[in-house]
Nanobody
Framework: QVQLVETGGGAVQDGDSLTLSCLHSGRTLYDHAMGWFRQAPGKEREFVASILWASGYTSYADSVKGRFFISRDNFKNEVYLQMNSLKPEDTAVYYC??????????????????WGQGTQVTVSA
């Protein structure tokens, strides 16, 4: 059974940087992808970024493109989300997710098989 554990959330100021980490353990297949999603109070969970584990191919939501960067460490089984130039509207609970198998809809939460518990990111003006 796959377990995902996010760390690195916290409270920062407008313009600061923060890096989230997600450790995934348990049996996984090489053909999988990892994604980051976020959910603000009263809003739906939204896609932030994804990475194909084998190739390292990444994709981003328009709202974070150029500010956030997703990466992975194959040996540590960790995926990271580096967040720069944070804005108050980035405040949310951030979730790590894993997708087993190929899909062209990595921006959809329903495509993912496993989720972490989430970590809070709060950006103050």
């Amino acid at each position: 059974q796959v377990q995902l554990v996010e760390t690195g959330g916290g409270a920062v100021q407008d313009g600061d940087s923060l890096t989230l980490s997600c450790l995934h353990s348990g049996r996984t297949l090489y053909d999988h992808a990892m994604g980051w999603f976020r959910q603000a109070p009263g809003k739906e969970r939204e896609f932030v970024a994804s990475i194909l584990w084998a190739s390292g191919y990444t994709s981003y939501a328009d709202s974070v493109k150029g500010r956030f960067f997703i990466s992975r460490d194959n040996f540590k089984n960790e995926v990271y989300l580096q967040m720069n130039s944070l804005k108050p509207e980035d405040t949310a609970v951030y979730y790590c997710a894993q997708r087993i198998g190929t899909t062209d809809r990595l921006n959809e939460a329903t495509e993912y098989n496993a989720w972490g518990q989430g970590t809070q990111v709060t950006v103050s003006a």
